[in-house]
């Protein structure tokens, strides 16, 4: 595994600077799915960019995860455990690089969030993944960030993730058997289920931690109050301009949101909407 480190022009965005990797740009005209990357755009602020090599297996991840901590991105030692336990290589299509710094297509116009997007939302909910604390996923994809959910919480919590593409939660499923969080899924406390996602999932509510995988255009009311006070939920919130808001909700019921920063996820639609393109 080498690090590479990239000088890569600087483009504005939201008035921002950012520094656009090459990669990506391949991916915005090659595919109606890439328009959506799940990036946090402020994250590059007229930097350098950095990619990794793609090594395999243990390495490899190692690798991703030594320099998101390198970058400033990972600050927290439970998030760099976790994501370094749960092999990123299970989650992406084969053939695509599991441990660059890039989101990957995963088919029905979704995609698998790059790592440093997983690993800033894992930061914000660290608080509310304690073992035992019951977490939502909406939007749940490839099941990655599920599963970092579920070896956070543990056996004593509860995760449960929801996605409407019912292919992507079989594939979901398959690849969380394939993982250390394997056991897990066949011991109940992590379950993946085929659902609208902006309806939450009442069935284990209300949840510690909700994250949101998908881009809303308002806050939807049942994830609100599927949130438990003193939990937490983390959106993306917007359509075409997004910004990552993170939600506290108060013991007395009462909301709290603040921005933390601008992203680019696919939308939370409806499953026609996001088929549409097809
Ligand atoms: N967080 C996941 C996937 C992100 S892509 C990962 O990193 O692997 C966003 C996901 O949201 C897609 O899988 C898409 O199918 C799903 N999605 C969009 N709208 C939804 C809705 N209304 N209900 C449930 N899932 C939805």
Known sequence: MRAQVLLCPTITAYGRLYCAPRRLH??????????????????????????????????GKRGMVENLKRYGVISSKRVAQVMEALDRGLFVPVGSSAYVDTPVPIGYNATISAPHMHATCLQLLEDKLHPGMRALDVGSGTGYLTGCFALMVGAEGRVVGVDHIPELVDMSIKNIEKSVAASFLKKGSLSLHVGDGRKGWQEFAPYDAIHVGAAASEIPQPLLDQLKPGGRMVIPLGTYFQELKVIDKNEDG???????????????????EQLGGF
């Not at 990357?37 to 590059?44: A, G, V, Y």
């Not at 921005?259 to 026609?272: C, H």
């Open 254 to 272: 009462s909301i709290k949101v603040h921005t933390e920063t601008s992203v680019r996820y696919v939308p939370l639609t409806s499953r026609v």
């Open 26 to 59: 391949r991916y915005n005209s090659s595919s109606s799915s890439s328009q959506f990357l799940n990036l946090n755009l402020s994250r590059f602020s007229g930097a350098l960019f950095f990619h990794m090599e793609s090594g395999t297996g243990s390495s």
